[in-house]
C-alpha cells in the first residue's frame, strides 16, 4: 500500500509511491531539446510560455542536482526572459524554476519590484 507507513518515527522513501514525469512540454520542445545544438532555436506556436515563443537553447551542463540541464532564453512579443529545463531520470525534459539570470536573483514579481523602485 503506498503511503502507508508501519514504522515509528520517519518513513523510508520507498514506501512512497513512484514518481510521476511532471513535464507538462509539448512534444516538439522535447524532441528539439533532446537534438539540438547550442545556439539553436525553434518557434513553438503554443509552449509553457504562450503563443508563438521562440525558445533558444544553450549548452547542456549538468547541475548541482547531478541532472543534465539547459538554460534557455524564451522570446515572446519582443521581450526576452531566462528559461531553464531539465532531463528527467527516464528520459524527457521538465520545466524548472530560474533561480538567477546574469548572476542576478530572478523573483516571480520582478516586473512589479522594479516599477517600484525609486518611487516613494
Partial sequence: ???????VGVCHIAALPPREP????PAALQTFLARAPAGSSVVLAASPWGARASVYAHTPYYAASG?????LTIEQAGRRRPGLVCRLPRGGWESARVLADDGR???AANTRQSQRR???
Fill in 105 to 107: 536573483p530572478v523573483f
Fill in 1 to 7: 500500500m503506498y503511503g502507508a507507513c508501519r514504522c
Fill in 67 to 71: 541532472r543534465i540541464c539547459r538554460d
Fill in 118 to 120: 525609486g518611487t516613494k
Fill in 22 to 25: 511532471r513535464s507538462a512540454l
